[in-house]
């Protein structure tokens, strides 16, 4: 049985009650609290998986931003999508393909997520940065886009660094932070 959804099973007899993080390997394995080599992040709430970005110059590089594509509408590789490791379709659609087909912590349904979905993730405080660091390493001061659309031309996105959403053209190009659901 998939190890996530296992550790979801064994949970599903316990009263949870706050929304707990919990650290996953690149292969999909849960690790120990105090291990920091992980690739993404299990919210045992919500059930869903998110991505966790590096500080290296792969997939999942902290520095890469994309345009708004979903194969319909918004920009597969305009003025400003040269800010991905591989230089040219620096896309949301191309980057959710790419975390599929390698099937990043042995899951096959990265998306975008919803701005309200994103909105989970952050934490009100005195820092500056509203994500959890510790399980959120490398989270830039910047916007990162959501699925939702205003318009043809126009998409959704949360900045991590003072909590409102905010609608930007799909042609510019912003940070990922792809979820997919643990079942």
């Known amino acids: 049985m998939h190890k996530i959804i296992a ?12 929304a707990q993080l919990i650290r996953v390997s690149a292969q999909g394995n849960i ?5 920091k080599n992980h690739r993404c992040v299990l ?3 919500s059930k869903l998986v998110w991505e966790v970005k590096l500080s290296d110059k792969g997939l ?27 230089g040219k379709n ?3 659609q191309a980057f959710i393909n790419a975390l599929n ?14 701005e309200s979905e994103l909105r989970t993730l952050l934490i009100y405080g005195d820092n500056d940065l509203l994500i959890n660091p510790d ?3 490398n989270t830039k001061r910047k916007s990162y886009w959501s699925a939702d659309e205003q318009d043809v031309n126009i998409a959704i996105d949360l900045p991590f660094f003072y909590g409102g959403s905010k609608s930007s053209d799909k042609s510019f190009d912003a940070h990922i932070r792809a979820v997919s659901d643990a079942y």
């Open 7 to 18: 550790f979801l099973s064994f949970f599903a007899c316990v009263s949870i009650v706050n």
């Open 31 to 35: 690790l120990e609290n105090e291990f």
């Open 43 to 45: 919210d045992q709430h």
């Open 60 to 86: 999942q590089d902290t520095n890469n931003t994309y345009t708004w594509f979903d194969g319909k509408s918004g920009v597969d590789n305009g003025d400003y999508s040269h800010h991905c490791h591989w």
């Open 90 to 92: 620096c896309n949301t």
């Open 101 to 114: 087909t390698v099937k990043l912590c042995k899951q096959s349904a990265w998306r975008l997520p919803s």
């Open 135 to 137: 399980f959120f390493p």
